[in-house]
């Protein structure tokens, strides 16, 4: 099939190259040049692991390359799919504009061409978007949906940092669609794919993928608010979880206590869904409390060290870990920024590393934190250690790693140390114990 694909974010990049790679023609296009110029040469402008790879592959052979024309690549494909960013505004609410520029774009072509067209939107929106906001654009060409083009929804359910693996190998594929012409389309698209495949109304595809993230984020907030239970009688959440999780009706993943859900999507969403639902005037009690024991945990995390380390004022923090999880140098909503934050309004001070996200981390907080190349330059000297993430180089340090630490304190806020080790010589502090 032809495909084109709009925006060449991760979400965009990750599946045009992986519908290359199941033998489709596809089309990315981006109105940044320098995007468009990197994908040509076959560099992925994000990292994600096995991109570079892949993108190589198919653009050496010629099944995928960018370009910024939009009105070409959609006279000359058959299938568009809209992956462009869809950000928070400050109320919450979702902001549409990318996706609207996009789409206003393709309204010239659709008008001048004499094809039958799917346009599907991948792009997280709040139910009913792609018919209320989106049609009415494409309507402005004089064509007919259901008769000129077909209409679509097709929710990703990418994590970042194995997007790929994500895409090639999903757990199912949501299929909405305005009738079945448009869901045959799109279900050609993912012939390849030997997955249960739901096929819905445009509508519910959208909420099915504010559900599971709003179900994956009350997950991690219930375990968050399990594990604080645990703390106050000395036991172990995530033992408590392994024995839940053992319940086919309850899988253990998503139930990891720590200092919080951060990134790109579950804020994001969540605030979105309660935004929508303020709208339709329903009340969300159940997603407020995951927002709020969301906001509380690190700072929980702060109180409890301040409480056993009697204070922090003029201490020496090493903080490893800023990324919003381990793996990316993506900081967005991460949750080392309350940690550093709460951290430095009490006097600490503060040096950070993380191997990837250094950089982006000081745009938030310019000039206020001090970054160490290494992890064993900012563990020097350090009363107080705080592993916010799950970064490999995290997992499975021995006491060793923490041998030139001044104090010997050590908060694992991502439970990656095996605690048995640190009983001895250090005071360990394991969120959800
Ligand atoms: C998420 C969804 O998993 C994906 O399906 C969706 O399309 C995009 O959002 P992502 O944001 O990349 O993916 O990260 P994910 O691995 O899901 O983790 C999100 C946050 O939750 C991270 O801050 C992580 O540290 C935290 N988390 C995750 C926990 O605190 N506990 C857990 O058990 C799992």
């Known amino acids: 099939m032809k495909i084109s694909i709009i925006g060449t974010g991760y979400v965009g990049l990750v599946s045009g190259v992986g519908f290359a790679s199941k033998g489709h023609d596809v089309t990315c296009i981006d109105i940044v040049e320098e995007k468009v110029d990197k994908i040509n040469r076959g560099e992925p402008p994000i990292y994600e692991e096995g991109l570079e790879e892949l993108l190589k592959d198919v653009v050496s052979n010629d099944r995928l390359r960018a370009t910024k024309d939009t009105e070409e690549a959609i006279k000359e494909t058959e299938l568009t799919f809209i992956c462009v960013g869809t950000p928070s505004k400050q109320d919450g609410s979702v902001d549409l504009s990318s996706v609207e520029k996009a789409v206003q774009d393709m309204v010239q072509p659709l008008k001048e061409k004499d094809e039958y067209h799917v346009f599907c939107v991948k ?18 060409s004089g064509k007919k949906v259901g008769e000129d083009f077909g209409l679509g929804m097709n929710p990703e359910f990418l994590r970042e940092g194995i997007a790929l693996e994500d895409f090639l190998n999903p757990d199912r594929i949501v299929l909405g669609g305005w009738d079945e012409k448009t869901l045959e389309i799109l279900s050609k698209a993912y012939e390849k794919f030997e997955v249960p495949k739901l096929k819905t109304d445009i509508k519910t595809a959208e909420m099915i993928k504010y559900t599971s993230n709003a179900l994956l984020a009350t997950k991690i907030s219930f375990a ?26 309850l899988k253990r993943d998503f139930l990891n206590a720590g200092a919080g859900f951060g990134g790109s999507c579950f804020p994001k969403d969540v605030k979105a869904l309660v935004n929508y639902a303020k709208e339709k005037d329903q009340e969300t009690k159940l997603l407020n409390s995951v927002l709020s024991i969301n906001e509380e945990q690190p700072v929980h995390i702060i109180n409890r060290l301040e409480y056993v380390s009697e204070g922090v004022k003029g201490k020496k923090i090493a903080f490893l870990g800023l990324a919003f999880k381990g793996g990316t140098d993506d900081v967005r909503e991460t949750r080392a920024f309350p940690m550093i934050t709460r951290l430095l309004e009490l006097g600490a001070d503060v040096i950070a590393y993380d191997p990837e996200a250094s950089e982006n981390f000081n745009e938030l907080l310019p000039g206020k934190v001090q970054y160490a190349n290494s992890r064993e330059d900012a563990l020097e000297d350090a009363d107080i250690c705080i592993i916010q993430n799950d970064w490999d180089e995290f997992k499975n340090l ?31 502090i394991g969120v959800g114990m």
């Not at 021995?398 to 250090?426: C, Q, S, W, Y």
């Open 123 to 140: 792009s997280t929106v709040v139910p009913g978007t792609t018919e209320e906001k989106v049609l009415p654009i494409l309507d402005r």
């Open 224 to 249: 968050n608010e399990i594990s604080r239970i645990c703390e106050s009688i000395g036991i172990d959440v995530y033992e408590v979880m392994d024995g839940v999780g053992l319940d086919d009706r």
């Open 398 to 428: 021995t006491p060793k790693d923490f041998g030139h630490m001044k104090g010997n304190i050590i908060v694992d806020a991502r439970r990656v140390l095996n605690r048995e080790e640190f009983t001895d010589d250090f005071i360990y």
